[in-house]
């Protein structure tokens, strides 16, 4: 996914932050009414597992993962952390499982292009995700709050 290293970083990142908030209320039209855990489900897919880490008036943080199973163990992966900017319409991904938060990898903010680059591989991810999850086709069911405790 590095492959794709467009000249204007920056307004493309906002485009594609723009069609992931698009592409999230299509695979999860009841987005915002959702209080805490959904799963969505698709003909011989791995379920997708949401849950509601923060709610405030404008913005509202999910995880979002799939949910594997292997030798009796449950794996959630990719734990995609994503806050959804309801006024700006805009979903931008915070950090994934195998990254951790920009502040910790990121020390000195000087770096900007070092920002963009991070910010637009954890989105570009996002994007090919969510395509992925939108042509399975996805459903997402009522919540089950026992879920993801």
């Known amino acids: 996914m590095g492959v794709i290293d467009p000249i204007n970083k920056s307004w493309c990142l906002e485009q594609i932050c723009e069609a992931n908030y698009q592409k999230l209320l299509q695979l999860i039209p009841l987005l915002f ?6 799963v969505g489900t698709a003909k011989q897919k ?9 709610r405030n008036p404008y913005t509202l943080t ?3 993962n799939h949910c594997f199973h292997h030798n009796q163990r449950t794996t959630l992966a990719p734990a995609v952390i994503i806050r959804i900017y309801r006024d700006a319409k805009s979903a931008e991904v915070l950090r994934d ?3 951790e938060d920009l502040e910790r990898v990121i020390k000195n903010p000087a770096h900007s292009t070092d920002i963009m680059d ?18 399975a086709k996805y459903e997402f069911h009522s919540e089950h709050p026992a879920l993801l405790t």
Do not use: G, P, Q, S
């Open 62 to 64: 999910i995880e979002l």
């Open 46 to 54: 791995t379920t997708l597992h949401l849950r509601v880490l923060e």
């Open 97 to 99: 499982h195998a990254r």
């Open 33 to 38: 009414t959702i209080d805490a855990n959904a």
């Open 118 to 135: 991070y910010k637009w591989r954890l989105n570009y991810f996002l994007t090919k995700w969510l395509d992925y999850c939108l042509r």
